[in-house]
Structures are given as C-alpha cells and as structure tokens.
C-alpha cells in the first residue's frame, strides 16, 4: 500500500504495479469492489456500519448522455420520506469506504445515494494500476459529473421515500471538488460537505491541466446557492494552505451564508479514510460530527 497525498491520487513516482483485486460484493445484480487495493492499509481497522434497520440496494437510472448510471442507495427502513444526502466517491469509486459512508447517513436518518461515476469506462475500485485508475477519473469530465448529479437528483425526486425538497452533497477527494461545483450550479441543494477537495489548480499545473479542471471552486464562491463545509488538513501536501486562505477570502466576500472551511492542523489528506493509513480518528470524528450538525440544520427543517 502506497500513501496517497492528493486528490487524484499518487504522483508520478508512486505508481504501483499493475495487479487487480479480485473483491467484490454483488449488490442487486451489480458488482462493486471490497476496499480499494490501490489505496487500503493493511493495518487499518475500518469503520464498519451494518445493515440492520436498513434498506440497501443498487439501483440505476439514465443520465443525460443514455447511460445507465448505477448507483448504491441505502436509507432507514420504512416509507420516509427522509431527507437525501448525495455522496461523490473519491478516485476508486463506489468501493466498500463509501458504501459505508452511506450506511452510517442512512443511520442518521437519511437516504444516501451514491452515484458510480466512472463506470462508463471501467469500475476503478477494484484496481491496483493507479495509472489505469487515473486514466479512468481523467475521463469524467466537469459536464459528464455535473449530469450525473442532475439525473440523480431527478430520480430522487421521483422516488417516494425521498424528502426530494431537502437534499445535501458530501464528497471526499476528487468527490470533494465536485461538492463545490454541484453546490454552485443546482438550486436543489441546500447544503455540500466537502472533505479536502482541491480548490485551485497545483502550483506546478500545466495550462491543459488548469483548463481541464475548470471551473475551479475557488472561482465559483459566488455562485454557491447553499452552504459548504470545507474540511481540510493542514499537512495536506496536495492542497496549499495559501487555496485554502484563498477560498475561505473568496467566501468572504461572496459565498453562500453560513459557508466555512475548517482546518485540522495535524492532519493529512484522506483523513476520514478510515481504511487507509492517512486516517485521523478523532479529526475525522469531528468532521462528522460538524456534517451532521450541518445536514441537521438545513435538510432536515
């Protein structure tokens, strides 16, 4: 297991060796990956949320493009409606972390959905060729993403159980930038959590790799039509503390009220990836436990 440091994942000197994991859990016809190998510490000791008191399933639903986008939902038992919470996965997509992530919302009385973005080209989560995997997420680009999240939240809308008129965002890494961005282009959100999402391109990115990121959060402050909590680390080698400044200036002078960034001084990045060995128990607690004061706030009014 190799440390990622960004939020695409290993540098050009970290990439692993091509292999492939063969663990998957087969969900409602759909097979998604058990932990990322790319990224999963062997001596980590992840959070694991049961299903009792749950209704899980993977569904799909067309995007703008024809794609059948697949999608794993879980959401507390019974006819709701609850409120919806959309999870944006990092690099490996769907895989067991962010499954998980959803079973812990759906015990804090939400829907959570997580759409699997990259599979138009291939399932990223069960690779350990971080090159493949990058080549995979370089493909999703802005309008593809920003689609998905547009077809997911008119199949919540048309669902029963959902709260469809209270909807939040969270994202972790490359899910984190893409909180950002939804919050600033679907009035339907009411409030994004984004966990160490890039927010300006990398001092030593090249024009083609400025452009390609676009539109950067740091840009779109003034757009955002819902609350954001940004949560960062401090030694996150990947995100500069001077984006953060540079963001939280940007909030300052035009994002949405009650939007905030807060920084653990100590920690890295990933660290509410309880699978790897960035994890930061009590920091990633917190965050939590700031998501859902925020989400008990503004979705569930």
């Known amino acids: 297991m190799t440390l990622i440091t960004r939020p695409e994942g290993?540098?050009?000197?970290?990439?692993?060796?091509?292999r492939r994991s063969l663990g998957v859990a087969a969900l409602g016809g759909v097979?998604?990956?058990?932990?990322?190998?790319?990224?999963?510490?062997?001596?980590?000791q992840p959070v694991t949320t049961d299903s009792t008191g749950l209704t899980t399933a993977v569904v799909s639903y067309p995007a703008p493009d024809g794609f059948e986008l697949p999608a794993y939902v879980a959401r507390p038992e019974g006819q709701g409606p609850f409120p919806v919470v959309v999870v944006v996965s990092e690099i490996f997509g769907v895989h067991e972390y962010i499954r998980d992530v959803c079973r812990r919302l759906a015990k804090a009385g939400y829907a959570a959905v997580?759409?699997?973005?990259?599979?138009?080209?291939?399932?990223?989560?069960?690779?350990?060729?971080?090159?493949a995997v990058m080549r995979i997420v370089a493909a999703a680009g802005y309008e593809q993403v920003m689609g998905d999240v547009g077809a997911t939240l008119d199949w919540i809308g048309a669902q029963t159980w959902a709260r469809s008129?209270?909807?939040?965002?969270?994202?972790?890494?490359?899910?984190?930038?893409?909180?950002?961005q939804a919050c600033a282009r679907f009035p339907a959100l009411d409030a994004g959590v984004a966990w160490y999402g890039r927010l300006a391109p990398a001092a030593t990115a090249t024009e083609e790799q400025k452009t390609a990121g676009r539109p950067w959060p740091v840009d779109l402050a003034a757009e955002l039509k819902a609350p954001v909590l940004g949560l960062y680390g401090g030694q996150d080698t990947g995100i500069p503390l001077a984006s953060v400044e540079?963001?939280?200036?940007?909030?300052?002078?035009?994002?949405?009220?009650?939007?905030?960034?807060?920084?653990?001084?100590?920690?890295p990045h990933g660290f509410h990836a309880d699978y790897?060995?960035?994890?930061?128990e009590a920091d990633a607690k917190d965050g939590w436990r700031r998501l859902l004061a925020l989400f008990e706030a503004r979705l569930k009014a």
């Not at 097979?31 to 980590?44: C, D, E, I, L, R």
């Not at 399932?123 to 971080?130: G, K």
């Not at 963001?247 to 949405?256: C, H, I, N, S």
């Open 10 to 18: 290993l540098s050009a000197d970290q990439i692993a060796p091509s």
């Open 31 to 44: 097979a998604f990956a058990a932990y990322a190998p790319a990224a999963v510490s062997q001596s980590a």
């Open 114 to 131: 997580a759409p699997a973005f990259f599979v138009r080209v291939e399932d990223p989560a069960p690779l350990s060729d971080m090159q």
């Open 165 to 180: 008129e209270r909807v939040g965002i969270t994202g972790f890494c490359w899910g984190g930038k893409v909180v950002w």
């Open 246 to 267: 540079a963001m939280r200036a940007a909030l300052a002078q035009g994002g949405a009220a009650g939007s905030e960034i807060v920084v653990y001084d100590d920690a």
């Open 276 to 280: 790897r060995a960035s994890y930061r």
